[in-house]
C-alpha cells in the first residue's frame, strides 16, 4: 500500500470531512411477501480486491436485505453491503467481530480490507471478521453520496473566503444534494442510528450467529451503543474506540475538544527537551502562522489522488488550523506536527499540501449519510447553546459559524429527529473495552469516561499518545484488542502501554530529512527518472570490471595477454570494482530500508530516515572518492595518451556514469546527510 493509500484509510474515520462519490442507486422497491427480509445474498464483490486477495479464499461478499424503515416492514428495502473475511487462525471461534466504521457515513469495507490486508498488518484474530458498509454509504444501495460537495470545493479551492462565505456555498452545494436524492427517492428519514442498529442484529440473525462481537471507531461507537440499547441479546463483548457517548452532543463540545488538543500538543513539545530544542515557541509559531495566513493566503497545489488532476488553492489561516486539526486525529502524524507547523512559518507546505488533498477530495464518504444521521442525533439543540469560550477570536468565530451551518443544514436536510430518550446514558453489563487516545482532538478521554459510568463491566484504556481511534495504530493496542477477544471478563494487560508516555517527536536528533524519499515512495516523476538514472548508470559502472575480466580471460587463453604499461592503469579499475560494489550495495539497502518502513506505514518516509540509519551514508562518500580517483584518472590517461582509443572512450563513459550517480547523490542530499 502506498504511503497516500495509508494517509487516506487513517483519514476515513474522522467527523467533518468534505466527502462525495459514486452514482446513487434508486431504492429498491422489495416486498415481505416476496422474499424473507431481512435475509442475506451473497454475491461477487462490489469493490477491488486489494492486490493478492483472492474472493471465496481470503473474502467473500454479498448484500444484507433490510427493510428501509422496519416499522415498515412490508415497503421498500434497501441492499448493505457486507464483506466477511474468514480467519485462518487454528480453532476458530464461533462468534464474530463485525466492524462497525465511523463518519458517520464512512465506508467499512474501503477502510478494513485496505488496512487489514496491508502487509505487516498484526491483527491476527481467531474469529472471522464482518465489514458491514452502514446504510446509506459507498457500496449500500442507495449511497447517500453528494458529489456536488466536490464539485463546488474544487470550483472554489483558489478563492480565499470568508466563514460565512465558506457555509453559504456548502449549504447549497448540500441543498442541491439533498434535493437530487429527494427526487431520486430516497427516504432521508431511514437512513438514522436507530435502523442502522436494528440492520446489525439482522445480520447476526440472517447470517446465523448466535453471538457476535462489536467493534466501533468514531461514530462507529454511538452505533455500537445504540445497538447495545436496543438489541442486546446477541452481543458478546464491545469495543469502543475513540467514543461518542448518547448523551453528549460532540458538535457542541467539538470547540473545547480542539482547544484541549492543541493545548495538549504544545505542552508536550514543550515538556520534551528534543522537541523544545528544535521547535521553541510551537503554540507563538502556531497563532503567527494562522495570522500571516489569515493576512496573506498562500499559494498551494491540490492533488486529486483520483484522476492525478491538479489544482492551485489559497491556504488561509482558517484552513491552516483546520488543517492542523484534523491532522491531530492520525496518531502516526502527531509526531510530525511540530515539523508540519514549522515549515507552514516558513512558507514550506509539501505535508501539509498532500494532507489536504486527501481531506479536500475524497469519494469514499456519504455525506447525505452524515447529514441524515446526526441531523436526526444531535440537531436539538439552538445558537444559544453554543460555548466557544477559551478560543482566539478568530477560532472562535470559525468554529461557531460551523456549529451554526450544522443547524440551518439539518433545516433544510427535514429528517425526523430522535427521541430524547435516545440522550439518555446506555446502560448495559456486556463487557466493554473502551479506548481513548489522549491526543484525539474530538473525542477526548472524558467521552469514554462518561460513558463507562453505566457500562458495568467496561475497562477504560487511555492511549498517551493517540489520536483518534487506536486499533491498527500499534501491535500495543491490537495485542489489547486480541486479549480482550479472548476474554471479555477481564481487563487486558497494559503493561506496554507505560512503554511510550509521550509522542517520539520528529527532530534532526531523530531523523535524517530527506524528502526525495517520501517523493520516491510516492512515484514523483522528477524523482523516479532520476532513480532510473542512477540504477542505469550503477548496473554500466557495474558491467566494466565484467567485461574487464572477460577480455583478460580471454587473452589469457589465447596467450595474448598484455601487461598495463603503468601501475596507475590496474589501480583504475579496482576503482571502478570498488565503486560499483558500493553504488549497488547503497542502491539496494536504501531501497530495502525504503520499502521496510513504508510497509509498516512508518510516516517518516515522507520526510526521510530514522537516524539509526546513519551510517549507510558513508556509502556515497566512499563513491565520490572513487569517482574523484577514477575522474583524475581518465584525465591523466588522455593527457598522456595511455591505453587505447577504445579503452579511453569506454573508461570515460564508466567515469561519466560514476559522476552523474555523484551528482544525483548530491541533489537528493544524501551526500550531506551524515552531517546532519
Same mark, same amino acid.
Given at each position: 500500500?502506498?504511503?497516500? %493509500? ?34 442475506? /445474498? ?14 471465496? *479464499? ?85 449511497? %447517500?453520496?453528494?458529489? /456536488?460537495?466536490? /464539485? ?11 466563514? /460565512? ?48 462481537? %462489536?467493534?466501533?471507531?468514531? +461514530?462507529?461507537?454511538? !452505533? ?34 480542539? &482547544? ?33 495566513? &489569515? ?15 491538479? +489544482? ?29 507547523? +514549522? ?32 441531523? =436526526?442525533? @444531535?440537531? @436539538? ?18 468554529? *461557531? ?57 467496561? +475497562? ?14 500499534? @501491535? ?43 517523493? !520516491? ?15 542505469? =548508470? ?14 583478460? !580471460? ?14 596507475? =592503469? ?9 565503486? =560499483? ?27 526521510? !530516515? ?67
Amino acid at each position: 500500500m502506498s504511503i497516500t %493509500l495509508f494517509l487516506k484509510v487513517l483519514i476515513l474515520s474522522m467527523f467533518l470531512i468534505p466527502t462525495s462519490g459514486l452514482e446513487i442507486h434508486p431504492a429498491i422497491a422489495a416486498n415481505a411477501a416476496d422474499a424473507e427480509i431481512p435475509r442475506f /445474498e451473497e454475491s461477487s464483490c462490489m469493490f477491488d480486491l486489494p492486490a493478492g486477495v483472492i474472493e471465496g *479464499k481470503d473474502i467473500r461478499c454479498g448484500y444484507l436485505i433490510v427493510p428501509e424503515e422496519y416499522k415498515n416492514p412490508a415497503g421498500p428495502s434497501i441492499r448493505v453491503a457486507i464483506a466477511i473475511i474468514p480467519t485462518y487462525q487454528p480453532n476458530p471461534q464461533p462468534d464474530p467481530v463485525v466492524m462497525l466504521q465511523g463518519g458517520p457515513g464512512g465506508s467499512t469495507i474501503y477502510t478494513y480490507t485496505t488496512q487489514l490486508f496491508t502487509p505487516g498488518a498484526n491483527f491476527k484474530s481467531n474469529r472471522d471478521i464482518i465489514l458491514l458498509e452502514q446504510r446509506g454509504t459507498l457500496y449500500s444501495q442507495p449511497a %447517500l453520496t453528494c458529489p /456536488e460537495i466536490i /464539485e463546488e470545493t474544487i470550483r472554489t479551492l483558489n478563492q480565499d473566503l470568508t466563514p /460565512e462565505e465558506n457555509s453559504q456555498l456548502y449549504e447549497q452545494a448540500l441543498l442541491t444534494c439533498h434535493n437530487r436524492l429527494i427526487k431520486e427517492g430516497v427516504n432521508l428519514s431511514a437512513f438514522n442510528s436507530l435502523e442502522n442498529a436494528a440492520d446489525i442484529e439482522s445480520l447476526r440473525t440472517a447470517l446465523g450467529y448466535k453471538q457476535i462481537n %462489536l467493534y466501533g471507531v468514531s +461514530y462507529g461507537t454511538l !452505533l455500537a451503543l445504540h445497538t447495545m440499547q436496543y438489541h442486546p441479546q446477541g452481543i458478546r463483548s464491545v469495543i469502543l474506540d475513540a467514543v461518542v457517548p448518547t448523551q453528549i452532543n460532540f458538535l457542541l463540545e467539538s470547540p473545547r475538544s480542539q &482547544q484541549r488538543a492543541f493545548d495538549k500538543l504544545f505542552s508536550s513539545c514543550a515538556s520534551v527537551e528534543d522537541c523544545d530544542q528544535y521547535y521553541p515557541d510551537l503554540e507563538k509559531i502556531f497563532q503567527d502562522t494562522i495570522k500571516n495566513l &489569515q493576512d496573506k493566503p498562500a499559494e498551494i497545489t491540490i492533488t486529486d489522488f483520483d484522476n492525478g488532476n491538479t +489544482y492551485p488553492a489559497k491556504l488561509n489561516g482558517d484552513s491552516f488550523r483546520s488543517a492542523v486539526f484534523q491532522m491531530m486525529y492520525i496518531t502516526e502524524i502527531i509526531p510530525l506536527l511540530p515539523k508540519v507547523i +514549522y515549515e507552514a512559518s516558513d512558507g514550506e507546505f509539501g505535508f501539509l499540501q498532500r494532507i489536504l488533498s486527501l481531506l479536500t477530495i475524497d469519494r469514499t464518504m456519504s455525506y447525505g449519510m452524515y447529514y441524515s444521521v446526526l441531523c =436526526a442525533e @444531535d440537531a @436539538d439543540f439552538s445558537a444559544g447553546d453554543i460555548q466557544v469560550g477559551g478560543l482566539t477570536p478568530a477560532s472562535a468565530e470559525t468554529e *461557531k459559524e460551523g456549529i451554526l451551518s450544522f443547524l440551518r443544514t439539518c433545516q433544510q436536510w427535514d429528517v425526523a429527529l430522535l427521541s430524547e430518550a435516545n440522550d439518555q446514558p446506555v446502560k448495559s453489563s456486556i463487557p466493554t473495552l473502551i479506548l481513548n487516545g489522549d491526543f484525539d482532538p474530538i473525542t477526548p478521554p472524558a467521552f469514554g469516561q462518561a460513558a463507562a459510568e453505566t457500562l458495568k463491566n467496561s +475497562y477504560t484504556i487511555i492511549f498517551p499518545t493517540g489520536g483518534h481511534g487506536a486499533a491498527f495504530t500499534s @501491535d500495543c493496542a491490537n495485542n489489547i484488542m486480541q486479549e480482550f477477544l479472548e476474554d471479555p471478563s477481564k481487563k487486558p494487560d497494559t503493561s506496554c502501554i507505560a512503554e511510550k508516555t509521550s509522542p517520539e517527536f520528529m527532530t534532526p536528533s531523530n531523523t535524517i530529512f530527506l524528502p526525495v524519499i517520501g517523493k !520516491l515512495m510516492n512515484l514523483g516523476s522528477k524523482e523516479i527518472a532520476a532513480f532510473l538514472i542512477f540504477t542505469a =548508470a550503477a548496473l554500466f559502472i557495474s558491467i566494466a570490471p565484467i567485461i574487464w575480466f572477460v577480455i583478460w !580471460l580471454v587473452r589469457k587463453v589465447t596467450k595474448k595477454l598484455v601487461m598495463p604499461r603503468v601501475w596507475f =592503469a590496474v589501480s583504475l579499475r579496482w576503482a571502478v570494482v570498488f565503486n =560499483a560494489f558500493l553504488s549497488v550495495l547503497f542502491l539496494g539497502l536504501l531501497t530495502f530500508i525504503s520499502f521496510r518502513l513504508a510497509l509498516k506505514n512508518e510516516l517518516i518516509i515522507l520526510y526521510g !530516515l530514522p537516524a539509526s540509519n546513519k551510517v549507510l551514508f558513508l556509502l556515497p562518500w566512499g563513491m565520490l572518492i572513487l569517482t574523484g580517483l577514477m575522474l583524475g584518472g581518465t584525465i591523466f590517461t588522455w593527457v598522456r595518451g595511455y591505453w587505447s582509443i577504445w579503452n579511453r572512450v569506454y573508461f570515460s563513459f564508466v567515469t561519466l556514469a560514476a559522476c552523474i550517480n555523484i551528482f544525483i547523490l548530491g541533489t537528493w542530499g544524501m551526500i550531506s546527510a551524515i552531517f546532519q
